[in-house]
């Protein structure tokens, strides 16, 4: 789990007091009197402190979506790619494009609530604090005025099924239209979360790239970050998410990682529920019948081409519930029952093919937003392991927007590239994937990327040997956080 153990203090954001001699921002879209005295509350104090141009509140409609990818695509930061249907293409500034881990911090009163004391003074390696104080600087010196130029989007979203007992609901504020777009396909996003969270408790996230307008420096491929000041904190004990400096990934869409795993495991200890980096699956035998699956592997370590798995037994069926994240909680019958709490798949590009995920290639034809793949000249996207011929004279444009050819030394697509896409698109979507009350949970699998020393497969003799061998698992450190030679056990920790 992250941060299982933790004990909290509260922490707020100290907005500034208001703009002297500045206008409100005009609103584009919405209406901020009808938010909940909370959310409009959450909404204002921002307002206050990043001064926006202007305020847009989401409504999730394929209207909406349909501007805002204009919008990107006038912008520069995607174009079309005309050999699919409604796909697009991001290339991103090469400072982004990874989770950045040294960068991410929990604040608490002390250090010890958060992560173990290193010895001799070392740099832990299972997470990184950071106290009120130092926060509170670090906002200060970052925030204020970050949206000048900008439009402000307001993000209602849900973790979950709307009305699920087991869903909750997050606010997310960003000047990063790429972050809507890319949040009404791994959430579910709109106008019924607003209606389902009422007067409710929801988790307040505050993203900014960290770029106000007029820029003081050209952008490299249209794309605004500022990598020297980055930072992504959580304040769990006021269910607070704070992103700045990254517009990329589980950096800048906050009701992954930074919500669904790193404050809802908090939540979680709370409530008295599990929130895992786990995969979800349904298995149905030759016989017909059924179980469902959890499993735990670190980011690009295969838990999307598990989760879409073709069996090549005959008669065998898998179903996909989820290919990340997984929200687990015992019933009244005692059953361990799960659900997927995000809306999309935020796949690793690099490797995925007909060959080794059939399923995933048939999800992402449509309505897929490609990040730092490369691109084919006839309107089509390319990476390593594709194993894909290309018809003759198609030429490839690397992920840095430069003429690729095989005999380059660099890869044509970055070792981290992405798609997101709509779960719903998934061939072998479970039809329980949605369940309200999630689907029960018989197994769990723990795994990782370890190329020699550990046999392929091995099975715990009980659950309490289970949870000892998976407490324990390695796996290498991937493309999917900014660390070299490192390795991680199966929950996502550094070890």
Not at 408 to 424: K, V
Request: neutral net charge; aromatic residues 8%; proline residues 8%.
């Amino acid at each position: 789990l992250y941060f299982i153990s933790v004990v909290f203090l509260p922490l707020s954001l100290c907005p500034l007091s208001p703009r002297s001699n500045q206008s409100s921002p005009r609103v584009l879209q919405g209406d901020i009197s009808a938010l909940s005295p909370a959310v409009r509350e959450f909404v204002e104090a921002n307002v206050t402190l990043c001064q926006p141009d202007s305020i847009h509140i989401c409504d999730g409609t394929d209207e909406e979506n349909r501007t805002i990818l204009a919008q990107l695509e006038e912008q520069g930061m995607i174009k079309k790619l005309p050999k699919y249907e409604n796909c697009w293409l991001a290339r991103t500034d090469p400072r982004d494009v990874a989770r950045v881990e040294s960068k991410t911090v929990i604040v608490t009163q002390e250090q010890r609530d958060t992560v173990p004391t290193p010895l001799e003074g070392g740099v832990s390696q299972l997470g990184r604090w950071m106290s009120q104080e130092e926060f509170d600087k670090a906002v200060a010196q970052r925030f204020p005025g970050c949206m000048k130029g900008r439009t402000m989007y307001v993000i209602p979203f849900s973790m979950g099924p709307v009305g699920s007992p087991l869903s909750k609901i997050g606010i997310e504020l960003t000047d990063s239209p790429y972050v809507v777009a890319s949040m009404r396909v791994m959430t579910r996003m709109g106008k019924a979360v607003l209606s389902a969270l009422g007067t409710g408790e929801f988790v307040s996230c505050l993203h900014s790239v960290g770029c106000p307008l007029p820029l003081k420096k050209p952008l490299v491929n249209n794309w605004p970050c500022n990598p020297e000041q980055t930072l992504i904190a959580h304040i769990p004990n006021r269910r607070q998410i704070v992103s700045f400096g990254s517009g990329y990934g589980g950096n800048s869409l906050l009701g992954k990682k930074c919500f669904a795993l790193r404050i809802a495991s908090r939540i979680a200890k709370e409530e008295g529920w599990l929130a895992e980096h786990m995969l979800i699956l349904g298995v149905t035998n030759p016989a017909g019948e059924k179980k469902y699956m959890a499993a735990a592997f670190p980011s690009a370590c295969g838990k999307t081409n598990l989760a879409m798995l073709c069996p090549t037994l005959p008669g065998w069926k898998v179903e996909c519930v989820g290919d990340d994240i997984a929200w687990m909680k015992f019933d009244n019958q005692g059953n361990l029952r799960a659900i997927n709490p995000e809306n999309g798949f935020f796949g690793v590009a690099p490797g995925t093919s007909a060959k080794t995920n059939p399923n995933a290639m048939a999800t992402i034809i449509k309505n897929t937003v490609f990040t730092n793949v490369a691109e084919t000249s006839d309107g089509g996207v390319y990476w390593e392991g594709m194993d894909q011929a290309l018809p003759e004279g198609v030429t490839i444009t690397s992920w840095k927007n430069k003429p690729w050819s095989s005999e380059d030394d660099e890869p044509c697509a970055h070792p981290n590239s992405r798609f997101c896409t709509p779960a719903g698109q998934c061939p072998i979507i479970d039809p329980l994937w949605e369940s309200p009350e999630g689907v029960p949970i018989e197994a769990i699998i723990f795994g990782g990327r370890r190329p020699e020393g550990v046999p392929l497969v091995y099975e715990a003799f009980s659950w309490q040997h289970g949870v000892f061998v998976g407490a324990a698992m390695r796996s290498e450190a991937t493309a999917a956080a900014e660390h070299k030679g490192l390795f991680f056990n199966t929950v996502g920790r550094q070890t």
